[in-house]
Protein backbone atom coordinates (compact mmCIF):
# COMPACT_ATOMS: atom_id res chain seq x y z
CA UNK A 1 0.00 0.00 0.00
CA UNK A 2 0.62 3.32 -1.09
CA UNK A 3 0.59 6.42 1.83
CA UNK A 4 -1.31 8.21 -0.82
CA UNK A 5 -4.70 9.41 -1.00
CA UNK A 6 -5.77 10.35 -4.86
CA UNK A 7 -8.84 11.62 -6.68
CA UNK A 8 -10.70 10.47 -9.46
CA UNK A 9 -10.98 12.24 -13.21
CA UNK A 10 -15.09 11.51 -13.14
CA UNK A 11 -18.19 10.00 -11.99
CA UNK A 12 -16.90 6.49 -13.01
CA UNK A 13 -13.78 4.83 -13.02
CA UNK A 14 -11.77 4.92 -16.12
CA UNK A 15 -10.03 1.82 -17.05
CA UNK A 16 -6.45 3.84 -17.22
CA UNK A 17 -7.33 4.48 -13.17
CA UNK A 18 -8.73 1.54 -12.50
CA UNK A 19 -5.62 -0.35 -13.61
CA UNK A 20 -3.54 2.20 -12.47
CA UNK A 21 -4.85 2.27 -8.41
CA UNK A 22 -4.90 -1.46 -9.17
CA UNK A 23 -0.96 -1.68 -9.29
CA UNK A 24 -0.10 1.51 -7.05
CA UNK A 25 -2.75 0.57 -4.36
CA UNK A 26 -3.16 3.85 -2.72
CA UNK A 27 -4.43 4.31 1.10
CA UNK A 28 -7.71 5.97 -0.12
CA UNK A 29 -9.73 7.84 -2.29
CA UNK A 30 -11.18 11.70 -2.52
CA UNK A 31 -14.28 12.69 -3.78
CA UNK A 32 -15.20 15.98 -5.49
CA UNK A 33 -17.96 17.66 -7.37
CA UNK A 34 -16.91 15.94 -10.68
CA UNK A 35 -17.37 12.47 -9.20
CA UNK A 36 -21.26 13.07 -7.17
CA UNK A 37 -23.54 13.73 -9.85
CA UNK A 38 -26.52 11.29 -7.96
CA UNK A 39 -26.98 9.12 -5.49
CA UNK A 40 -26.81 5.54 -7.58
CA UNK A 41 -24.04 7.09 -9.92
CA UNK A 42 -22.35 8.15 -6.39
CA UNK A 43 -22.90 4.35 -4.56
CA UNK A 44 -22.12 2.82 -7.72
CA UNK A 45 -18.90 4.70 -7.54
CA UNK A 46 -17.68 3.98 -4.32
CA UNK A 47 -18.56 0.26 -4.33
CA UNK A 48 -16.66 -0.17 -7.77
CA UNK A 49 -13.67 1.06 -5.38
CA UNK A 50 -14.19 -0.95 -2.86
CA UNK A 51 -14.42 -3.84 -5.26
CA UNK A 52 -10.88 -2.75 -7.17
CA UNK A 53 -9.43 -2.80 -3.83
CA UNK A 54 -10.88 -5.23 -2.14
CA UNK A 55 -10.67 -3.58 1.14
CA UNK A 56 -14.22 -3.31 3.45
CA UNK A 57 -12.62 -0.36 5.36
CA UNK A 58 -11.69 1.38 2.67
CA UNK A 59 -11.02 5.45 3.70
CA UNK A 60 -13.05 7.20 0.75
CA UNK A 61 -12.76 10.99 1.70
CA UNK A 62 -14.96 14.17 0.81
CA UNK A 63 -15.11 17.80 1.47
CA UNK A 64 -18.57 18.12 2.55
CA UNK A 65 -18.75 20.81 5.39
CA UNK A 66 -21.53 22.94 4.27
CA UNK A 67 -21.76 26.65 3.00
CA UNK A 68 -19.89 26.81 -0.60
CA UNK A 69 -17.32 23.74 0.39
CA UNK A 70 -20.00 21.12 -0.55
CA UNK A 71 -18.83 18.70 -3.37
CA UNK A 72 -22.86 16.68 -3.25
CA UNK A 73 -25.06 19.14 -3.73
CA UNK A 74 -28.53 20.67 -4.36
CA UNK A 75 -31.45 19.36 -5.21
CA UNK A 76 -30.06 15.90 -5.15
CA UNK A 77 -28.52 16.35 -1.73
CA UNK A 78 -29.39 18.75 1.31
CA UNK A 79 -27.85 21.64 1.67
CA UNK A 80 -25.92 22.49 4.94
CA UNK A 81 -25.19 25.28 6.72
CA UNK A 82 -21.18 26.47 7.37
CA UNK A 83 -19.21 26.93 10.77
CA UNK A 84 -20.11 30.65 11.02
CA UNK A 85 -23.90 29.69 11.13
CA UNK A 86 -23.04 27.76 14.77
CA UNK A 87 -20.70 30.20 15.76
CA UNK A 88 -23.23 33.10 15.54
CA UNK A 89 -25.87 31.00 17.50
CA UNK A 90 -23.48 30.25 20.21
CA UNK A 91 -23.31 33.94 21.00
CA UNK A 92 -27.11 33.73 22.39
CA UNK A 93 -27.14 29.89 23.53
CA UNK A 94 -24.17 28.24 23.96
CA UNK A 95 -25.43 24.30 24.24
CA UNK A 96 -28.40 24.75 21.61
CA UNK A 97 -25.55 26.05 19.29
CA UNK A 98 -23.22 22.73 20.59
CA UNK A 99 -26.84 20.58 19.73
CA UNK A 100 -27.08 22.63 16.30
CA UNK A 101 -24.03 21.66 15.16
CA UNK A 102 -24.21 18.22 16.07
CA UNK A 103 -27.19 17.32 14.45
CA UNK A 104 -26.02 19.08 11.45
CA UNK A 105 -23.04 17.05 11.07
CA UNK A 106 -24.97 13.87 11.76
CA UNK A 107 -27.27 14.55 9.02
CA UNK A 108 -24.26 14.94 6.71
CA UNK A 109 -22.76 12.03 7.69
CA UNK A 110 -25.79 10.00 6.53
CA UNK A 111 -26.01 11.61 3.02
CA UNK A 112 -22.35 10.32 3.06
CA UNK A 113 -22.94 6.64 4.71
CA UNK A 114 -25.82 6.31 2.05
CA UNK A 115 -23.02 7.19 -1.19
CA UNK A 116 -20.73 4.62 0.72
CA UNK A 117 -18.37 7.59 2.16
CA UNK A 118 -16.51 7.01 5.01
CA UNK A 119 -14.25 10.02 5.79
CA UNK A 120 -15.43 13.74 5.53
CA UNK A 121 -12.69 16.49 6.02
CA UNK A 122 -14.14 18.51 8.79
CA UNK A 123 -14.42 20.11 11.10
CA UNK A 124 -11.83 23.15 10.85
CA UNK A 125 -10.13 24.15 14.30
CA UNK A 126 -8.81 27.08 13.03
CA UNK A 127 -9.28 30.14 15.14
CA UNK A 128 -10.65 32.72 13.35
CA UNK A 129 -9.57 36.74 13.80
CA UNK A 130 -9.78 40.19 12.36
CA UNK A 131 -6.87 39.25 9.34
CA UNK A 132 -8.36 35.59 8.77
CA UNK A 133 -8.30 35.45 4.59
CA UNK A 134 -12.07 34.99 3.48
CA UNK A 135 -11.50 31.03 2.41
CA UNK A 136 -11.02 30.48 5.95
CA UNK A 137 -13.44 32.67 7.78
CA UNK A 138 -16.28 31.74 6.00
CA UNK A 139 -16.23 28.28 7.18
CA UNK A 140 -14.59 28.59 10.60
CA UNK A 141 -16.56 27.46 13.82
CA UNK A 142 -15.52 31.18 15.69
CA UNK A 143 -12.66 33.27 17.24
CA UNK A 144 -12.08 32.08 20.84
CA UNK A 145 -10.34 28.33 21.38
CA UNK A 146 -12.70 27.58 23.27
CA UNK A 147 -15.43 27.59 21.45
CA UNK A 148 -13.89 26.45 18.23
CA UNK A 149 -12.96 23.07 20.55
CA UNK A 150 -16.64 22.65 21.79
CA UNK A 151 -18.40 23.08 18.41
CA UNK A 152 -15.69 21.38 16.32
CA UNK A 153 -16.12 17.91 19.51
CA UNK A 154 -19.43 18.41 18.24
CA UNK A 155 -19.40 18.41 14.82
CA UNK A 156 -16.73 14.70 15.08
CA UNK A 157 -19.70 13.43 17.51
CA UNK A 158 -22.38 13.74 14.94
CA UNK A 159 -20.48 12.46 12.31
CA UNK A 160 -19.46 9.17 14.10
CA UNK A 161 -23.28 8.69 14.73
CA UNK A 162 -23.68 9.17 11.49
CA UNK A 163 -21.11 6.20 10.29
CA UNK A 164 -18.29 8.66 8.81
CA UNK A 165 -15.17 9.31 10.68
CA UNK A 166 -14.27 13.27 10.67
CA UNK A 167 -11.13 15.14 10.11
CA UNK A 168 -9.67 17.95 12.37
CA UNK A 169 -7.98 20.90 10.55
CA UNK A 170 -5.42 22.81 9.58
CA UNK A 171 -2.37 21.83 11.73
CA UNK A 172 -1.24 23.44 13.52
CA UNK A 173 -3.95 26.29 12.66
CA UNK A 174 -4.99 28.33 9.70
CA UNK A 175 -6.40 31.18 11.35
CA UNK A 176 -3.84 33.65 11.42
CA UNK A 177 -2.72 33.22 7.62
CA UNK A 178 -4.15 36.51 5.59
CA UNK A 179 -3.33 34.69 1.83
CA UNK A 180 -5.03 31.65 0.99
CA UNK A 181 -3.17 28.87 0.86
CA UNK A 182 -4.68 27.47 -2.65
CA UNK A 183 -3.07 30.05 -4.18
CA UNK A 184 0.31 31.53 -2.60
CA UNK A 185 2.23 30.27 0.53
CA UNK A 186 1.24 32.29 3.88
CA UNK A 187 3.49 33.35 6.56
CA UNK A 188 2.74 34.10 10.22
CA UNK A 189 5.45 35.76 12.10
CA UNK A 190 3.19 35.41 15.26
CA UNK A 191 5.59 34.60 18.56
CA UNK A 192 5.22 31.03 20.08
CA UNK A 193 3.31 32.59 22.61
CA UNK A 194 0.70 34.03 21.15
CA UNK A 195 0.42 30.67 18.67
CA UNK A 196 -0.90 28.97 21.70
CA UNK A 197 -4.01 30.13 21.57
CA UNK A 198 -4.44 28.29 17.91
CA UNK A 199 -2.85 25.28 19.29
CA UNK A 200 -5.53 25.24 22.25
CA UNK A 201 -8.56 23.93 20.03
CA UNK A 202 -6.33 21.26 18.35
CA UNK A 203 -4.91 19.96 21.64
CA UNK A 204 -8.55 20.08 23.26
CA UNK A 205 -9.67 17.44 20.37
CA UNK A 206 -5.75 15.64 20.22
CA UNK A 207 -7.84 12.05 20.09
CA UNK A 208 -9.35 12.65 16.74
CA UNK A 209 -8.47 9.72 14.34
CA UNK A 210 -7.47 11.67 11.84
CA UNK A 211 -5.97 15.45 10.98
CA UNK A 212 -4.54 17.58 8.18
CA UNK A 213 -1.81 19.80 8.20
CA UNK A 214 -1.81 23.35 7.13
CA UNK A 215 0.36 24.55 4.36
CA UNK A 216 1.65 27.44 6.04
CA UNK A 217 5.09 29.19 7.07
CA UNK A 218 5.08 29.60 11.38
CA UNK A 219 8.93 31.89 11.76
CA UNK A 220 8.40 30.57 15.24
CA UNK A 221 8.96 26.99 14.54
CA UNK A 222 10.28 26.61 11.00
CA UNK A 223 11.18 29.79 9.23
CA UNK A 224 12.13 28.00 5.85
CA UNK A 225 9.43 25.25 5.41
CA UNK A 226 5.36 25.37 5.57
CA UNK A 227 3.97 22.82 8.37
CA UNK A 228 3.48 20.14 5.84
CA UNK A 229 6.83 20.16 4.95
CA UNK A 230 8.63 20.71 8.49
CA UNK A 231 9.72 17.52 10.53
CA UNK A 232 9.76 20.45 13.44
CA UNK A 233 6.04 21.31 13.16
CA UNK A 234 5.13 17.95 12.79
CA UNK A 235 7.09 16.22 15.69
CA UNK A 236 7.81 18.98 18.21
CA UNK A 237 4.31 21.18 17.75
CA UNK A 238 1.61 18.63 16.16
CA UNK A 239 2.80 15.48 17.56
CA UNK A 240 4.28 16.80 21.21
CA UNK A 241 2.67 20.20 21.63
CA UNK A 242 -0.94 19.32 20.24
CA UNK A 243 -0.52 15.48 21.54
CA UNK A 244 -1.95 14.01 18.35
CA UNK A 245 -1.25 10.70 17.41
CA UNK A 246 -4.08 9.69 15.07
CA UNK A 247 -3.34 9.53 11.56
CA UNK A 248 -2.15 12.86 10.01
CA UNK A 249 -2.65 13.59 6.30
CA UNK A 250 -1.57 16.93 4.56
CA UNK A 251 -4.01 19.15 2.83
CA UNK A 252 -3.78 18.70 -1.00
CA UNK A 253 -0.37 18.96 -2.28
CA UNK A 254 -1.55 20.61 -5.68
CA UNK A 255 -2.22 23.74 -3.74
CA UNK A 256 0.11 26.67 -5.11
CA UNK A 257 1.65 26.95 -1.96
CA UNK A 258 4.08 24.33 -2.00
CA UNK A 259 6.37 24.52 -5.07
CA UNK A 260 7.94 21.90 -6.72
CA UNK A 261 6.45 18.92 -8.51
CA UNK A 262 4.25 16.64 -7.36
CA UNK A 263 6.28 13.78 -6.51
CA UNK A 264 8.86 15.82 -4.49
CA UNK A 265 6.43 17.53 -2.42
CA UNK A 266 4.68 14.26 -1.55
CA UNK A 267 8.05 12.70 -0.73
CA UNK A 268 9.27 15.63 1.33
CA UNK A 269 5.96 15.80 3.29
CA UNK A 270 6.02 12.05 3.94
CA UNK A 271 10.01 12.32 4.60
CA UNK A 272 8.55 15.55 6.84
CA UNK A 273 6.93 12.94 9.39
CA UNK A 274 2.83 12.87 7.34
CA UNK A 275 1.27 9.36 7.09
CA UNK A 276 -0.43 10.05 4.35
CA UNK A 277 -0.29 12.63 1.15
CA UNK A 278 -3.49 13.99 -0.18
CA UNK A 279 -3.84 14.50 -3.83
CA UNK A 280 -6.85 15.91 -5.49
CA UNK A 281 -6.61 16.45 -9.06
CA UNK A 282 -6.59 12.58 -10.63
CA UNK A 283 -4.25 14.26 -13.37
CA UNK A 284 -2.61 10.79 -14.37
CA UNK A 285 1.42 12.09 -15.13
CA UNK A 286 1.14 13.90 -11.11
CA UNK A 287 -0.22 10.77 -9.77
CA UNK A 288 2.24 8.25 -11.37
CA UNK A 289 4.97 10.25 -10.18
CA UNK A 290 3.40 10.20 -7.05
CA UNK A 291 3.46 6.69 -7.04
CA UNK A 292 7.51 6.23 -8.42
CA UNK A 293 9.11 8.58 -6.05
CA UNK A 294 7.05 7.54 -2.70
CA UNK A 295 7.53 3.85 -1.30
CA UNK A 296 5.21 1.27 0.53
CA UNK A 297 3.24 3.19 3.41
CA UNK A 298 5.41 3.05 7.03
CA UNK A 299 4.52 0.64 9.72
CA UNK A 300 3.41 3.55 12.09
CA UNK A 301 1.48 4.80 9.64
CA UNK A 302 -0.59 1.95 8.90
CA UNK A 303 -1.07 1.15 12.19
CA UNK A 304 -2.25 4.84 12.76
CA UNK A 305 -4.91 4.31 9.49
CA UNK A 306 -5.86 1.32 10.45
CA UNK A 307 -6.84 2.56 14.15
CA UNK A 308 -8.78 5.30 12.80
CA UNK A 309 -10.78 3.68 10.46
CA UNK A 310 -11.65 1.03 13.27
CA UNK A 311 -13.71 3.33 14.96
CA UNK A 312 -16.17 3.54 11.82
CA UNK A 313 -19.55 2.88 13.19
CA UNK A 314 -23.21 1.79 11.48
CA UNK A 315 -25.05 4.82 10.87
CA UNK A 316 -28.06 5.54 13.26
CA UNK A 317 -30.90 8.22 12.88
CA UNK A 318 -33.10 9.69 10.63
CA UNK A 319 -31.84 12.39 8.31
CA UNK A 320 -35.22 14.42 8.11
CA UNK A 321 -35.86 14.50 11.84
CA UNK A 322 -31.62 15.91 12.13
CA UNK A 323 -32.42 18.64 9.88
CA UNK A 324 -35.40 19.48 11.79
CA UNK A 325 -34.12 19.57 14.98
CA UNK A 326 -31.42 21.67 13.63
CA UNK A 327 -33.36 24.48 11.64
CA UNK A 328 -35.49 24.52 14.83
CA UNK A 329 -32.01 25.54 17.03
CA UNK A 330 -30.62 27.87 14.05
CA UNK A 331 -33.98 29.65 14.44
CA UNK A 332 -33.21 30.77 17.87
CA UNK A 333 -30.32 32.88 16.59
Not at 25 to 53: H, M, S, V, W, Y
Not at 55 to 65: F, K, N
Not at 192 to 208: M, V
Amino acid sequence: MKPVIFGLAGPALTPDEAAFFRAAEPAGFILFKRNCENRAQLRALTDALRDLTGRADLPILIDQEGGRVARMQPPEWPAFPAGPAFDALYDKAPISAIEAARANAHAIALTLAESGITVNCMPLLDVSGAETTEAVACRALGSDPRRVAALGRAVLDGLAAGGVIGVVKHMPGHGRARVDSHHQLPTVSAPAEALASDLAPFQALRDAPMGMTAHIVFEAWDAHRPATLSPTVIEQVIRAAIGFDGLLMTDDIDMKALSGTAGEKAAGALAAGVDLVLDCWARMPEMEEIAERIGAIAPAAKARLDRAMATLRQPEGDLAELIARRDALLALN
